[in-house]
């Protein structure tokens, strides 16, 4: 049997795990998929070449799935750095996002990285660098899209 490969594979490849990687939910379902197909009788390497993932990841999906259920297929929480913003501030963020920037006196008609940032400095006191304000700012962007269409631009 010829095996056919698509073209651009790497391309829809990269498109696709931004998409896992996008939320906790789409993080689960990917895991759940993985548990169902080893518990269909594929091996966890194979599983773990289809899925991109080492072997070892799907071996620890599996044993968390095994623990606690369902549940073991969730994200853990993890140490790490604090969110910069709370819920209330989240949301009213979001809500900011909504109007132009021109509404928060800047000379700008779309929300860009810079001027993001320097909106999270005056109105939040987050003084965040440029990469991780351009990251809040996609995370912002991709509720953002989940929700309604808001013309939002990264301006790297």
């Not at 895991?31 to 080893?38: D, K, M």
């Not at 799907?58 to 259920?69: I, T």
């Not at 209330?88 to 000379?107: I, S, T, V």
Request: with cysteine; hydrophobic share 35%; aromatic share 8%.
């Amino acid at each position: 049997m010829v095996k056919k490969q698509m073209e651009g594979a790497k391309v829809v490849q990269s498109e696709i795990r931004r998409e896992i990687d996008r939320d906790e939910a789409s993080r689960y379902d990917h895991r759940l998929h993985a548990v169902l197909l080893v518990t269909a009788g594929r091996s966890c390497s194979e599983v773990a070449q289809w899925f991109g993932e080492d072997a070892s990841t799907v071996q620890r999906w599996l044993r968390r799935y095994r623990a606690r259920g369902l549940d073991g297929l969730h994200d853990i929480e993890r140490s790490g750095r604090p969110p910069s913003l709370d819920p209330n501030q989240w949301k009213r963020l979001e809500a900011d996002l909504l109007k132009m920037p021109r509404y928060f006196g800047f000379g700008s008609h779309l929300w860009d990285g810079p001027t993001f940032a320097e909106h999270l400095r005056r109105c939040y006191g987050i003084d965040l660098g440029l990469r991780q304000c351009q990251r809040v700012f996609r995370q912002m962007a991709d509720r953002s899209r989940r929700t309604q269409s808001v013309p939002l631009s990264t301006g790297s």
